[in-house]
């Protein structure tokens, strides 16, 4: 089979991937309530995304190095790796410490999968003479992610409702499944002619040159702002109000909430 070929064939398991990484996000209409349910307090759940984001911030420089030497398949095969050991961690624990370290794995997980994924598409697109389709089929994948996040957030409560953990089961499971998919897709790396120091000065020095750029425009300095205001208000909506006020205050229970 010949480089195209397999290139062409990474098109339909992107698509299954996608659908697939939905289920391995079925636990998101009932996170909070998990961790409520095992005695973590508001300000714990607060420390564990704070911990999965700082640890994402972090590491985006190196492993957006990583995927340049090595390829964009091995950046994106331990992201969900370790999108696998955080799904564990929460499946399997029931304490702050445990889903502390799954938290952490989520945020590698984060690092390593930025960027990649879409360069990886465009490179398969690019090897069929397709690349000009890149916006269309992100727009489907993004689809095809959403509609079994709306799903999820239907039958998600229904199980929680049965037990606890089903939820984290089931993202457990498809995400074994999407590893499976992922590892069997075709790239072809092509060596970088730059050190390994030098492609992490290289990403560096890009987004040093960015926030360069965002601090001498005023503009971009207000959407950053709002855009950070609307981020940690819908944060604190969405992890910490939202279910639990809806169940404790409200007193709806978890299959009505669905």
Not at 135 to 147: E, M, V
């Amino acid at each position: 089979m010949s480089y195209q070929e397999r290139y062409k064939n990474n098109i339909w398991k992107y698509y299954l991937a996608s659908i697939l990484g939905g289920f391995a996000f079925f636990y998101n209409a009932i996170d909070t309530l998990y961790y409520r349910h095992w005695g973590l307090s508001f300000e714990q759940v607060g420390w564990l995304l704070g911990a999965s984001m700082a640890t994402s911030l972090i590491l985006e420089i190196p492993t957006g190095a990583f995927a340049d030497l090595y390829g964009k398949k091995k950046s994106i095969l331990i992201a969900s790796l370790f999108n696998l050991l955080g799904i564990s961690c929460l499946a399997f624990g029931s304490s702050f410490p445990i889903f502390l370290l799954g938290f952490v794995f989520w945020g590698v997980s984060t690092a390593f999968n930025s960027g990649a994924g879409n360069a990886w598409l465009y490179d398969s697109l690019k090897a069929t003479g397709d690349e000009k389709t890149l916006t269309k089929h992100l727009g489907r994948l993004s689809s095809a992610f959403i509609s079994v996040d709306i799903l999820s957030s239907v039958i998600a409560p229904l199980l929680f409702a049965l037990n606890v953990r089903l939820p984290y089961f089931v993202s457990f499971i498809a995400m074994i499944v999407v590893i499976l998919i992922q590892a069997s897709m075709f790239e072809k790396v092509i060596k970088s002619v730059v050190s390994e120091w030098g492609l992490i000065k290289e990403n560096f020095y890009q987004m040093r040159d960015s926030l360069g750029l965002v601090k001498n425009n005023r503009f971009f300095i207000w959407l950053t702002a709002m855009g950070l205001i609307l981020f940690a208000s819908n944060k604190a909506i969405s992890e910490i109000v939202s279910g639990p006020f809806l169940t404790t205050v409200a007193g709806y229970s978890i299959p009505t909430l669905s």
